[in-house]
C-alpha cells in the first residue's frame, strides 16, 4: 500500500517562510515525477511545483522566484521550501507522486494535503 504523508504547513505571516515535506512510503519499484499542488475553497486544484526523476522543475508562475521545490530518492521524500509568502498562497497543499509498481504499472498518488494559512 502506498501511501504519502504530508508535514509543514501552518500558519505564517505575510513575507514569512514554511517548508513542507511529503514522503512515500509503501513498497514500489520506483517514484517519477513528484509535484505540489493547492487548492482552495470553490477552485480547481492547480499546479505549484513539479520535479521529475531528473530533477527538472517547473513552477507556476505564480511562485516562480519565490517557492523551491526539491526531492530526496533516498528518503523518497519531496520537499517545497515556499519564501516572500502572500496572503494568495493560503490554501491546501498536496504532494503527488507518479510511482511505478512492482508490476510496472504507473499510477498517480496523493497527500492527505496540510493546512498553509498566511495572514498577519
Known amino acids: 500500500q502506498v501511501q504519502l504523508v504530508e508535514s509543514g504547513g501552518g500558519l505564517v505571516r505575510p513575507s514569512g517562510s514554511l517548508r513542507l515535506s511529503c514522503a512515500a512510503s509503501?513498497?514500489?519499484?520506483?517514484?517519477?515525477?513528484m509535484g505540489w499542488y493547492r487548492q482552495v475553497p470553490g477552485k480547481q486544484r492547480e499546479l505549484v511545483a513539479l520535479i521529475s526523476s531528473g530533477e527538472n522543475t517547473n513552477y507556476a508562475d505564480s511562485v516562480k522566484g519565490r517557492f523551491t521545490i526539491s526531492r530526496d530518492n533516498a528518503k523518497k521524500a519531496v520537499y517545497l521550501q515556499m519564501n516572500s509568502l502572500k496572503p494568495e498562497d493560503t490554501a491546501v497543499y498536496y504532494c503527488?507522486?507518479?510511482?511505478?509498481?512492482?508490476?510496472?504499472?504507473?499510477?498517480?498518488?496523493w497527500g492527505q494535503g496540510t493546512q498553509v494559512t498566511v495572514s498577519s
Open positions: 509503501g513498497s514500489f519499484f520506483g517514484i517519477n515525477a
Open positions: 503527488n507522486a507518479d510511482i511505478t509498481t512492482w508490476s510496472r504499472f504507473q499510477d498517480i498518488y
